[in-house]
Structures are given as structure tokens and as C-alpha cells.
């Protein structure tokens, strides 16, 4: 398994991708689209908007599948 970093520097941009980075407290996750990377930080493109992230603080990093598609609405009867 290779670091995150590693990972990072590797992945093409545009990849759909989850990098955990520790805050206060914790952890938390940012799941989106691999838009930009230095060697100072790394930029995903999240739903609710573009989010950059300082590459000292990532704990972890991977490639994940495409979203699911969305179902249909169900008709109410």
C-alpha cells in the first residue's frame, strides 16, 4: 500500500478520489474530483464546491468508484 502522497502525486487529475485529513478533534473526508496538487496542497472538486487541503495534514488518500446512479422517484399511489 503506498503512502498518500505517493497516491496524490500519482493520480491523474480528474480522478474521483477521498482524502482524509486530520482536524481538530478528528478527521474528516473530502470525496470529490482531483482538480489540482503541489507539494503544499491538494485541491477536490467536492459537491459543495471546490476544497483545498494542505498536504500536511493528509492522513490518507484513495480512489473511489463512480456515484451510483440515481434512481427514479417512485410514483405515490
Do not use: C, N, Q
Not at 39 to 67: C, F, H, I, N, Q
Amino acid at each position: 500500500m503506498s503512502s498518500p502522497f505517493v497516491f496524490l502525486a500519482d493520480a491523474p487529475l480528474g480522478s474521483r478520489v477521498v482524502v482524509r485529513t486530520s482536524i481538530p478533534g478528528g478527521y474528516t473526508d473530502a470525496l470529490g474530483f482531483l482538480r489540482s496538487r503541489s507539494a503544499a496542497s491538494v485541491s477536490v472538486e467536492t459537491k459543495r464546491g471546490l476544497v483545498t487541503l494542505a498536504m500536511a495534514d493528509v492522513v490518507a488518500a484513495k480512489l473511489v468508484p463512480p456515484a451510483p446512479e440515481r434512481r427514479p422517484r417512485r410514483a405515490r399511489a
